[in-house]
């Protein structure tokens, strides 16, 4: 069945627009990537969430960026578009999430990082790794509240791939005491079943947001992203049968691909892993819209 996809780019990282990463969203369209959704019969429109006025600081410029997001993406939802966001940080599902009525959602969300810090844990202050943490109603409600729906995502309804490090040791704390359901990864390998935990997720929600940064990969498969590589990541083929996994049994609400950073690759490896991605989350939107109907 073929849908119709909103992309859209997120040219900062946090609200700065200097930042490496901010030039990932475009990199990926100069690339083709809407070219690759359109080759597959779906109709696109590109709209890129632009920064209003110039940098302040990081949180009210990242709010103000994603209030445009949340824009976007409530708009493209209203139209039946199926929202796919590229963002530069992982801040951005704040925006996305904001969009919508997403009371009754699961996340699939793949990372290095559990993102699950607060101004009580974060030894670095490190906005970016506190984004799950404020998605889940943990810090910064106030916040939130003004970007779009802070409706706090349900724990039990959230599972993680790919956590691999933790910092510091609060937040793994944290984690373990939380109710998200975690597929850790070590040495290239997920510590317990995909389709298990998939499963249970299935029990609770019929549909996702999926949220993918690409330093959940191995760092030979995506090497140009925002933070230190983490060795022992999914491979390509893992993140393949993740995303066919949800594709099995959930409806695809929207999708955020994460933290590209073009001037940290190696030999286009990212960018390739990116284009591939964005065919999944296109092949995945138009199964799912043809099993329910819309």
């Known amino acids: ?62 709010a103000a960026v994603n209030r445009e997001v949340a824009s976007l993406v409530g708009a493209a939802i209203d139209a039946g578009r199926l929202p796919l966001v590229l963002a530069g940080s992982c801040v951005t599902c704040q925006g996305v999430l904001g969009g919508f009525d997403h009371a009754r959602s699961g996340v699939v969300w793949i ?56 910092y510091p040791e609060a937040e793994r704390e944290r984690l373990e005491r939380s109710a998200i359901t975690v597929v850790p990864w070590r040495d290239g390998k997920p510590e317990s079943d995909i389709c298990a935990a998939l499963d249970k997720l299935a029990d609770r929600v019929d549909e996702i947001y999926l949220h993918i940064d690409f330093d959940g990969f191995s760092p030979d498969v995506a090497p140009g992203i ?9 491979s390509e083929e893992q993140a393949e049968a993740v995303i066919h996994g949800a594709g099995d049994r959930f409806r695809l609400r929207a999708a955020t691909l994460a933290t590209f950073t073009p001037e940290r690759d190696d030999g286009n490896k990212t960018l390739r892993l990116a284009l591939r991605l964005v065919e999944l989350i296109g092949e995945y939107g138009a199964s799912t819209s043809a099993a329910t109907g819309t």
Not at 155 to 164: D, L, S
């Open 1 to 62: 069945m073929l849908i119709q996809i909103s992309l859209i780019p997120v040219p900062s990282h946090a609200g700065d627009d200097r930042h490496g990463s901010s030039a990932g969203p475009r990199r990926l369209i100069e690339a083709g990537a809407s070219e690759l959704l359109e080759g597959q019969g779906h109709q696109v429109t590109v709209e890129v969430a632009e920064r209003p006025g110039p940098f302040r600081d990081t949180a009210s410029s990242s």
């Open 111 to 166: 990372d290095a990082h559990a993102d699950f810090n607060t101004p009580a844990t974060a030894a670095s202050g490190f906005f970016p790794g506190m984004s799950l943490a404020v998605v889940t109603g943990h810090c910064y409600g106030n916040y939130w509240a003004q970007i779009g729906d802070s409706t706090p995502l349900v724990e039990e309804n959230i599972v993680m791939f790919g956590v691999r490090d933790l």
């Open 226 to 234: 925002v933070d230190e590589p983490v060795p022992g990541g999914l």
